[in-house]
T-cell receptor, first 110, second 116 residues
Framework: GDSVTQMEGPVTLSEEAFLTINCTYT??????LFWYVQYPGEGLQLLLK?????DKGSNKGFEATYRKETTSFHLEKGSVQVSDSAVYFC?????????FGKGTHLIIQP | GAVVSQHPSWVICKSGTSVKIECRSL??????MFWYRQFPKQSLMLMAT?????????EQGVEKDKFLINHASLTLSTLTVTSAHPEDSSFYIC????????????FGPGTRLTVT
């Protein structure tokens, strides 16, 4: 079945540092890929998405590229802010709906 | 666009009572709604999938008689936790699918249920 593997945190960075959160997947067919963000005590917000190979999703300075050859969808941001502190979920959209990774807790220190 | 609300945002109830949680899509019609449960510091666990006008499809291990789901319209789904017990305490999150991009869901803000 479909599965998503992402690095588990917590990941602690200083403000303005470069961020990479790794995400790899296994799936049948041609899934869509998503990154969701969850702030403390809240539901999930769609951060970005990509629907096919080589697509790049971007939003709020975050980017991720759908790499079919490496089955990856790594999340990157060039300069993180304290307000980016949250839990980030990589997800795969397949025939049965969304399959989530376990989430990566990101902590940005001033 | 694509806003999903949940009500209540938090609720405390006594053991043995029932609690209803509402999930509404505010600015679109949702062909399918999903209910998730999230334990502290863990990922979301899909409980059930509901389509408007039909019975919900429950994931393995989820008691359908305990977690009653009703999807009466294209903008409203409800989850009722019947005869709640302390182990039902959790964060419940709903999401809605607009029927376009496969897997793209819009999430509600969640409901924190505490059973005493």
């Amino acid at each position: 079945g479909d599965s998503v593997t992402q690095m588990e945190g917590p990941v602690t960075l200083s403000e303005e540092a470069f961020l990479t959160i790794n995400c790899t997947y296994t799936a049948t067919g041609y899934p869509s890929l998503f990154w969701y963000v969850q702030y403390p005590g809240e539901g999930l917000q769609l951060l970005l998405k990509a629907t096919k190979a080589d697509d790049k999703g971007s939003n709020k300075g975050f980017e991720a590229t759908y790499r079919k050859e490496t089955t990856s969808f790594h999340l990157e941001k060039g300069s993180v802010q304290v307000s980016d502190s949250a839990v980030y979920f990589c997800a795969l959209g397949g025939a049965d709906g969304l399959t989530f990774g376990k989430g990566t807790h990101l902590i940005i220190q001033p | 666009g694509a806003v999903v609300s949940q009500h209540p945002s938090w609720v405390i109830c006594k053991s043995g009572t029932s609690v209803k949680i509402e999930c509404r899509s505010l600015d679109f019609q949702a062909t399918t709604m999903f209910w998730y449960r999230q334990f502290p510091k863990q990922s979301l666990m899909l409980m059930a999938t509901s389509n408007e006008g039909s019975k919900a499809t429950y994931e393995q291990g989820v008691e359908k008689d305990k977690f009653l789901i009703n999807h009466a319209s294209l903008t409203l789904s409800t989850l009722t936790v019947t005869s709640a017990h302390p182990e039902d305490s959790s964060f419940y999150i709903c999401s809605a699918h607009m029927g376009r991009l496969r897997g793209e869901q819009y999430f509600g803000p969640g409901t924190r249920l505490t059973v005493t």
